[in-house]
């Protein structure tokens, strides 16, 4: 059963330019929750969600970050004119079906992103 | 709202010597608990968690941590270290309930020395 996926594994981009980081969940996940770790820092929750739902999108910048995880496919966590400040690993966690308890977060390699 | 804290940033110390890594929470409701260690440039791998039952809970790598509710602590330990446990290690909380999102500390760097 392969672990979480994340691509690319580092990215650069000009400020200004759209970033685009993917994150395909282990098999049978259907909870996916996004994660910023800024330099020196520990990991900040940025969204949570669920096929076709952002469920708790609490942590996420207001502006130029949005985030989907649609019925097909790997969710998506797009930041739009990006600034140096956004510079900063990007990690993808799921986790199964959720029945009533708590289950254990699985994390992929993460994105690491560079603004030039 | 949870917190997370982490007060050792860094903690060196010799190879097979003991080791523990400290972390308090603050939360208003029940939370799970969860410690995760992350090698240079890696993600994060779960080494343990506490749901419930035994206070007391053995994770890999001869890690085990202790939950104390009074003391609201999850104190993680090794009684012997090795050069490959050197990492950033992470403790983390989640409600019990609702979104289950995961509050992290700040992280505590483990330096084994030879």
């Known amino acids: 059963n392969a672990g979480v996926m994340q691509n690319p594994r580092h990215l650069v981009r000009r400020r200004g330019q759209e970033a685009r980081l993917r994150c395909s969940p282990m098999?049978?996940?259907?909870?996916v929750y996004w994660y910023r770790q800024l330099p020196e820092e520990g990991l900040k929750f940025m969204v949570y969600l669920q096929k076709e739902n952002i469920i708790d999108e609490s942590g996420m910048p207001k502006e130029r970050f949005s985030a989907e995880f649609p019925k097909e496919g790997p969710s998506i966590l797009r930041i739009q004119q990006v600034v140096r400040g956004d510079s900063a690993a990007y990690f993808c966690?799921?986790?199964?079906?959720?029945?009533?308890?708590?289950?254990?977060?699985?994390f992929g390699p993460g994105t690491r992103l560079t603004v030039l | 709202a949870q917190s997370v804290t982490q007060l050792d940033s860094q903690v060196p110390v010799f190879e097979e010597a003991p080791v523990e890594l400290r972390c308090n929470y603050s939360?208003?409701?029940?939370?799970?608990l969860f410690w995760y260690v992350q090698y240079p440039n890696q993600g994060l791998q779960l080494l343990l968690k506490y749901l419930s039952g035994s206070t007391l809970v053995k994770g890999i790598n001869g890690f085990e941590a202790e939950f104390n509710k009074s003391q609201t602590s999850f104190h993680l330990r090794k009684p012997s270290v090795h050069i490959s446990d050197t990492a950033e290690y992470f403790c983390a909380v989640s409600e019990t309930s609702g979104t289950y999102k995961y509050i992290f500390g700040t992280g505590t760097r483990l330096k084994v020395l030879a």
């Open positions: 939360s208003s409701v029940s939370v799970y």
């Open positions: 098999k049978g996940h259907s909870h």
């Open positions: 966690a799921s986790s199964p079906i959720i029945v009533g308890v708590s289950d254990t977060q699985y």
